[in-house]
């Protein structure tokens, strides 16, 4: 579905961000519910350090990333965005009773339960690993993160999906477990079906088309500090 400049639903998006966290930035989860909705949108792109801006914290208080507004609603958190367009698209819902309080269990789940660690390893190997006490804690944070993956590979089982069949849930649970790569790709190794389950979502045709578009839209230039940091660093 290509991108409607029209469109009532807008998301913002950084225009550039480092090639690490190209395919993980959060807006991809928004624009993967929406292709999956159906619903067209269109992109509001923010250099870096923008999002900071009085203008943006009106959308944001944190000055994070992406904010979602319809005309009749501005949401932030990515989670709560994909619920709101679950709600908007029965197919994002899985079926039988309690639908939506099914699904919202394995968004929560997923951002509450399985990320955190996640985030903990990325902030020990990336954002802090200069920090003398950030080597010390990887064994442990590698600990977590393979309980929750092997808590998660036991209630998937031989499943295709978490709840009968593809909701926002295993959008939101395929989108944390990208996460698990690098230094870390061996933990879900041990779990073949989380792997499998992975892949799945990966292969699905709104998530090739969110994955594109938002791959296509890192077009700005990296931010004054970037650049020169990364300058030194060749230099080093």
């Known amino acids: 579905m290509p991108l409607n400049p029209d469109a009532a639903i807008t998301v913002t998006a950084f225009?550039?961000?480092?090639d690490f966290a190209r395919g993980l930035v959060r807006d991809l989860r928004v624009r993967w519910a929406l292709e999956e909705a159906g619903l067209d949108y269109r992109v509001e792109y923010l250099p870096q350090?923008?999002?900071?801006?009085?203008r943006h914290r009106r959308r944001q208080p944190f000055g994070q990333l992406p904010t979602y507004e319809d005309g009749a609603v501005t949401l932030f958190e990515s989670g709560a965005i994909a619920l709101h367009i679950a709600d908007q698209a029965?197919?994002?819902l899985p079926e039988g009773d309690n639908a939506r309080a099914r699904a919202a269990q394995w968004v929560i789940a997923a951002l509450n339960t399985v990320e955190?660690?996640?985030g903990d390893w990325s902030m020990a190997t990336l954002f802090e690993a200069d920090k003398p006490w950030s080597a010390p804690r990887k064994p442990a944070i590698r600990e977590r993160i393979d309980e929750r993956l092997g808590e998660l590979s036991a209630r998937l089982g031989d499943d295709e999906w978490l709840e009968g069949r593809f909701c926002v849930g295993d959008l939101t649970m395929i989108a944390v477990l990208q996460l698990v790569s690098g230094e870390l790709a061996d933990l879900l190794e041990r779990y073949?079906?989380?792997?499998?389950?992975?892949a799945r979502g990966e292969a699905r045709p709104a998530y090739r088309r969110a994955l594109e578009d938002q791959m296509a839209g890192f077009?700005?230039?990296p931010p004054a500090e970037w650049a020169a940091a990364q300058q030194e660093e060749e230099i080093a």
């Open 15 to 18: 225009d550039w961000v480092p």
């Open 49 to 54: 350090g923008t999002q900071k801006l009085p």
């Open 90 to 92: 029965p197919a994002l």
């Open 116 to 118: 955190p660690p996640l």
């Open 192 to 198: 073949p079906n989380l792997a499998a389950y992975r």
């Open 219 to 221: 077009t700005g230039a």
